[in-house]
């Protein structure tokens, strides 16, 4: 359950909707399998396994979609229609035409779409409506857009935008790379990757490598600029930076993880437990890391 990435959207603060009225609304759209002809299917589920497609703890909320995808690949459909499309040449004398080709290529994907394997996948959402916070596990904006999506389905108005501040995170990562060292609470760790912003795009990454030294400030001054930076915050949470504002590689250090321990049995007590600490941490960090940003960005 621990977030591993994290896409950070702006709501009202506070978000003027009550649980029951988002569980409602969630209800719209429950988890159902792909039908035989269906290539996707996404749906809402219960983030704990229970019966409530909203858990909350200490006034934080949590939400799941679910996602179910046939795999057909486009080469077996084409070699399957290939074998058709030779049989119905036999037959008819000469080769079918795009026309045909085209009703062969349909056909022959719905005689295999009910025998596709599929595959699911389950994001998670955490929404704080007091201090109007939504954030989706998700490794991309795009992959987030598919919760998000299925929300504006659901909901009659979700006022969100994508979180925005006054320095972008390339010229604060700039800036603490120069003068080696990270704002308040947070230390500079050891994987960056520096891109340059001519046509080629050469990059230069270090994984692992001690940031210190001639390298950085010589390839600043070449004219490269940070599009990625790991960053450990309060020694507690370690995570890497992008150009993008995007939080990914999200890591609760083992400090965090043993305290979530000792607060929970284990089972359902534990979820509850990891979760109220998560959102808690989550809570200090964020803001943090938007005042090292130089503040959140609020347009009219």
């Not at 795009?142 to 909901?155: P, S």
Request: aromatic share 8%; proline share 5%.
């Amino acid at each position: 359950m621990w977030f591993k990435n994290l896409q950070l959207y702006r709501l009202p603060s506070p978000w003027k909707i009550d649980l029951e009225k988002l569980e409602s609304a969630l209800a719209k759209r429950p988890f159902q399998r792909c039908g035989s002809q269906d290539m996707a299917s996404r749906g809402f589920v219960s983030p704990n396994g229970t019966d409530v497609l909203v858990f909350s703890s200490n006034q934080q909320w949590l939400i799941a979609l679910r996602s179910e995808q046939r795999l057909l690949p486009s080469s077996v459909v084409k070699e399957v229609s290939q074998d058709r499309a030779e049989e119905i040449e036999a037959q008819q004398g000469y080769k079918p035409g795009r026309k045909q080709m085209k009703e062969i290529k349909e056909a022959v994907t719905q005689e295999l779409m009910p025998r596709a394997f599929t595959r699911r996948r389950t994001s998670f959402c955490w929404i704080d409506p007091q201090a109007g916070w939504l954030v989706v596990d998700a490794a991309s904006a795009n992959k987030a857009d598919e919760m998000l999506e299925t929300l504006r389905d659901v909901l009659d108005e979700l006022p969100l935008r994508l979180l925005d501040t006054e320095r972008s995170p390339v010229s604060c990562m700039t800036d603490w790379l120069a003068a080696g060292e990270a704002p308040a609470n947070f230390t500079i760790d050891r994987d960056c990757e520096l891109r340059a912003v001519t046509d080629e795009k050469a990059a230069v990454r270090y994984v692992r490598h001690p940031l210190e030294g001639k390298e950085i400030p010589e390839h600043l001054a070449a004219g490269k600029v940070p599009t990625r930076l790991a960053l450990t915050f309060d020694d507690r949470i370690g995570f890497v930076l992008t150009e993008k504002l995007e939080i990914k590689r999200l890591d609760f250090l083992d400090i965090v993880q043993d305290e979530a321990e000792k607060n929970a049995a284990g089972g359902d007590e534990q979820f509850e437990a990891d979760f109220v600490l998560m959102t808690s941490e989550l809570a200090r960090f964020i803001p943090e890391l938007v005042g090292a940003l130089g503040g959140e960005r609020v347009t009219a």
